[in-house]
């Protein structure tokens, strides 16, 4: 798939876009672009892969459209990572998520379709379903934008798809990080409420997912990889003692448990029954009946289904997280 092709990925200076470009560089590939708005991070980037002529540093902004049409030209497949994520950021500057999130998505499809890129893949949230928080909301019109982006497309070969997975471990500024920081200070660590779950994907295991759901993607899919449930008291409990762990009260935007695939959504969605088992979100019944043909095992979801991380049947051990967290740290 990836040979002698050239991959942008935008954000690419973030934890997803580090850990994609050491996994990407063991491919054929032809060239791959860092693009983002952060020259500190791609100074420092630089320095790490200056040894391989294939990695090439653009400076831009998503919002920038006449910076994505000359960075896109000649490129065959876009990871758009780019996005403003911090949920208490984007609620107390709303104006300025949507712009990134939203805005600089319809920037990337007009770019993408106008310079015949092949396939454009986005990274979304699970806050992005039933969504509370503006974050949220942003990721879930970013999806829609995406999805139905194909529809502008016309006669051009330009496919757009999207990845949707919960909370990455060890990613930067993620609560993991903090509670880190804390315990390696001796200090108390916070929690919002005893009673939140959410669900849980590696670094590593997020950039083999994305890169395999590129290589299988049509148009108009969303992926969602089926992944394991935590409590963060569970969690928290790896950092600190009980007596260390303050509970402050829910933030504004936060909910109990997350969701994946809502039940309006598994009407039309497919398990990919497998090693590594995912589901495919088809935004009709007609490319889901187009999906069951490209996969040998699938299943059906009930009307009822909704994958919630609070109702998830597979949970992480606190033993099994440990491991996660020392490996990545």
Not at 54 to 81: P, T
């Amino acid at each position: 798939m990836f040979d002698d092709k050239k991959i942008l990925i935008t954000g690419g200076t973030g934890s997803f876009g580090r850990a994609f470009l050491k996994r990407i560089l063991n491919e054929p590939i032809k060239k791959i672009y860092i693009f983002s708005r952060d020259e500190l991070k791609q100074w420092e980037m630089k320095k790490e892969f200056e040894t391989d002529n294939r990695v090439c540093f653009l400076l831009g902004d998503i919002r920038d459209k006449d910076r994505l049409y000359r960075a896109f030209e000649g490129i065959d497949y876009v990871v758009h990572a780019a996005a403003q994520k911090h949920v208490p950021s984007c609620e107390f500057n709303p104006f300025e998520a949507v712009k990134t999130n939203i805005i600089g998505t319809e920037n990337i499809i007009n770019a993408a379709i106008d310079r015949e890129v092949k396939k454009v893949i986005a990274l979304s949230t699970d806050k992005a379903v039933k969504p509370i928080n503006l974050y949220g909301c942003t990721k879930s019109v970013m999806e829609k934008l995406f999805i139905h982006g194909n529809n502008y497309s016309g006669n051009k070969s330009t496919s757009f798809a999207c990845v949707r997975y919960g909370n990455v471990i060890g990613s930067r500024g993620s609560v993991l990080e903090s509670w880190k920081k804390a315990k390696e200070q001796n200090d108390n660590i916070y929690l919002t409420d005893i009673r939140m779950t959410r669900f849980w994907i590696s670094l590593d295991y997020a950039v083999n997912f994305v890169i395999n759901s590129l290589d299988g993607m049509k148009k108009e899919e969303i992926y969602v990889p089926e992944l394991k449930s935590m409590r963060l008291i569970d969690m928290a409990k790896i950092f600190a003692d009980e007596e260390n762990i303050i509970l402050t009260g829910s933030r504004q935007g936060e909910k109990l448990d997350e969701i994946l695939i809502s039940k309006e959504e598994a009407r039309n969605t497919l398990k990919v029954v497998c090693m590594n088992s995912f589901f495919i979100i088809c935004s009709n019944k007609e490319i889901r009946l187009e999906k069951e043909k490209s996969y040998f095992d699938t299943l059906m979801l009930g009307s009822n289904f909704e994958y919630s991380s609070g109702e998830n049947s597979d949970w992480i051990t606190s033993d099994e997280m440990r491991k996660l967290i020392w490996k990545k740290w």
